[in-house]
């Protein structure tokens, strides 16, 4: 497979060109690129959502979102708009029951989505997202930005990088990425009520050997918190840790197009979106790639 690779210029992303994601792939090839820029643009693409999930397979193998079980449970089905038919693909959409777009809706709607990593609540969280635009909006907002969490490590006062082996980190399976309960889940009042994983909060990534921030998703406490330290402490380090790991030094954006597909490493990167015009149609399917438990650094 022949391709060319436009790095960014930024702390992380490239646009591969060349590449029709709907045929056979080198894969290993396709990883190697991954490896080196941690999120992979490919423009002009016309995917089925069988061919996500072919692309997900040749990666590792497709993982189903942890999201979908609670859509289910909350009797939301495939006619609702927000369950796919195929449970390895997750429906990313503005649209409410109706078909028409919406500021709120059972998912996240068109919010801001706040910085975070996918399905890090999760116990074997994959290790990669592919996400594919079907609709996107005319200069309506719904840009990603991503950020290195390798650099942000880099990036620590040398007292805090001591400070944080063997440290973990609740993440919080009851919210959505947009800070909203997910449907049937009740808000947990203490730590012991906090749903979801304790993942290292230094992770050792298994291709490059490399160290990254691992922190999934910042709320309120007590829904996220460092385990082995008290409220105060937790707050204060995670304070300094989210300001790192989100520095503008270490980010890159991108503004969608329609046939756009990106495909980023959940291990090294937390990803964010802006506001969506309520007004306008945002549709994007993701597919997911099986990952490990994290390895702690």
Known sequence: MAFEIHPSGDALGAE???VDLSAPLD?????????????LLFRDQTLADEDLLALAEAMGGAQEAGSRAYYIKGGYGVDTGRV??????????NLDESGKPAKRHAGTGSQELTWHTDNSYVEQPPKGSILYAHKVP??????????????????LPE???????GLAVRHDSSRNTAGGLRPTVTAPASRDEVPGPVHPLLRRHPV???????LGRRYKAPSSHIVDLDEAESEALLDELW??????????????RPGDVLIWDNRCTMHARTEVDPT?????????IRGERPLAA
């Open 243 to 256: 300001a790192a790991a989100t520095d503008p030094a270490i980010v890159w954006t991108h503004v969608w």
């Open 27 to 39: 894969a290993d090839a396709l990883e190697r690129a991954w490896s080196d820029h941690l999120v």
């Open 208 to 214: 490059t050997g490399r160290a990254a921030l691992y």
């Open 159 to 165: 007292a805090t990088r001591r400070r944080l082996p």
């Open 138 to 155: 005319v200069n309506g907002g719904g840009d990603t930005s991503f950020a290195n969490q390798y650099a942000a490590y880099e990036r």
């Open 280 to 288: 306008q149609p945002r549709v994007l399917h993701r597919t997911l």
């Open 84 to 93: 796919s038919r195929l449970p390895g693909i997750s429906i990313v959409s």
């Open 16 to 18: 591969v060109r060349g």
